[in-house]
């Protein structure tokens, strides 16, 4: 798992480090001493800590003028034991809606286990979004499932097209613009 970078293509374009409206801002990540491990398996130095236990994130990008972030994770989302939701929704997710980002995209590649539990910050973020969602891209059968037993998926766009998004190809607006398109289509 150390070998396993968050998408980098976009530095370039966008640093959550260096944007101050950015809950990551400042954030300093190692260039080479490996810090975090989820459970006994080191992790990337770029991986972003948020506090959870099991669970890693890198904000990719952030588009303020339309509204949109794009953020990647690694590990285990643990809600039954850690309840990385509640972590997620008032130390990241919060500060980004106070910034005027509504529309979530959440990339699920290295995500490796989801264990839902209640349905409370999931129901909580849906309804602060003021018209915007959260779309799960790339996440794996066993983690929809998963999100279907525990009827997350009320709260979140997934399925179809977005299971299988080869976002990494094209720059984040026109991920942005993909994702957009597929769940305002499944949403009418």
């Given at each position: 798992?150390?070998?396993?970078?968050?998408?980098?293509?976009?530095?370039?374009?966008?640093?959550?480090?260096?944007?101050?409206?950015?809950?990551?801002?400042?954030?300093?990540?190692?260039?080479?001493?490996?810090?975090?491990?989820?459970?006994?398996?080191?992790?990337?130095?770029?991986?972003?800590?948020?506090?959870?236990?099991?669970?890693?994130?890198?904000?990719?990008?952030?588009?303020?003028?339309?509204?949109?972030?794009?953020?990647?994770?690694?590990?285990?989302?643990?809600?039954?034991?850690?309840?990385?939701?509640?972590?997620?929704?008032?130390?990241?997710?919060?500060?980004?809606?106070?910034?005027?980002?509504?529309?979530?995209?959440?990339?699920?590649d290295n995500l490796l286990n989801f264990h839902a539990e209640a349905t409370d910050y999931y129901e909580?973020?849906?309804?602060?979004?003021?018209?915007?969602?959260?779309?799960?891209?790339?996440?794996?059968?066993?983690?929809?499932?998963?999100?279907?037993?525990?009827?997350?998926?009320?709260?979140?766009?997934?399925?179809?097209?977005?299971?299988?998004?080869?976002?990494?190809?094209?720059?984040?607006?026109?991920?942005?613009?993909?994702?957009?398109?597929?769940?305002?289509?499944?949403?009418?």
């Amino acid at each position: 798992m150390h070998d396993i970078e968050p998408h980098y293509l976009w530095r370039g374009l966008y640093l959550a480090s260096e944007d101050d409206r950015s809950p990551f801002y400042g954030y300093q990540n190692s260039e080479v001493y490996f810090t975090d491990a989820i459970y006994n398996h080191l992790i990337h130095p770029q991986w972003d800590n948020f506090g959870a236990e099991t669970l890693f994130i890198k904000q990719l990008y952030a588009d303020y003028e339309e509204g949109f972030t794009i953020l990647e994770f690694i590990g285990e989302w643990n809600d039954v034991l850690h309840n990385d939701s509640m972590t997620l929704k008032r130390d990241i997710i919060e500060p980004m809606m106070a910034e005027g980002l509504r529309y979530f995209i959440l990339i699920g590649d290295n995500l490796l286990n989801f264990h839902a539990e209640a349905t409370d910050y999931y129901e909580e973020w849906f309804e602060e979004l003021e018209g915007g969602w959260i779309a799960l891209v790339n996440f794996r059968k066993h983690l929809r499932e998963e999100i279907q037993k525990y009827h997350l998926d009320y709260y979140m766009v997934m399925g179809g097209d977005l299971n299988e998004l080869e976002w990494r190809r094209w720059g984040p607006r026109k991920v942005f613009s993909k994702v957009k398109g597929l769940v305002e289509k499944r949403l009418n």
